[in-house]
């Protein structure tokens, strides 16, 4: 299985928690590419089973949250009709900020995997490794064979 993460990150938060997450998919046996939204490999993408998108949570405490620069996003390549686990880094709450991932996801006609919030700044910052193994377990769940 050949896995692309693409992320963009303000303050290098959303960059270590890519790498992060690579790591657990190297470690389920995937082939990985880990790419800034601004300098990816498109022929990577192109072949990936998986498309893995992240950014930060951009507005002020919670209000306005929403997913950071979808601008950049928009300069992806044709993402119709792929895999994709979303993600979202942020300090107060994800909630909106997924979820306005979700809509952009979506409206480009891809399917979505799985989705999920990482805090990795802010007050009660805690281990996220159990969080991580369990997008990548999600993620991958649905590259499983069924059974007949």
């Known amino acids: 299985m050949k896995t692309a993460i693409l992320y963009q990150s303000l303050r290098g938060g959303t960059k270590k928690l890519a790498h992060s997450i690579a790591e657990g998919f190297v470690d389920k046996g995937s082939a990985v590419g880990v790419f800034p939204i601004t300098n990816i490999n498109a022929q990577y993408v192109l072949n990936a089973d998986l498309l893995v998108i992240g950014t930060w949570t951009d507005g002020l405490f919670g209000l306005g949250a929403r997913p950071a620069q979808l601008g950049k996003l928009n300069l992806l390549p044709d993402i119709s009709h792929r895999n994709v686990a979303l993600f979202v880094t942020y300090e107060i709450s994800p909630e909106k900020s997924l979820k306005g991932l979700c809509e952009w996801t979506q409206d480009r006609g891809a ?23 369990s997008f990548v377990d999600n993620a991958l769940s649905h590259f499983l064979p069924t059974e007949t």
Not at 111 to 133: A, D, H, L, Y
């Open 111 to 133: 399917s979505i995997v799985t989705s999920s919030g990482f805090k990795v700044r802010g007050p009660f910052q805690k281990n996220i490794q159990p969080e991580i193994n």
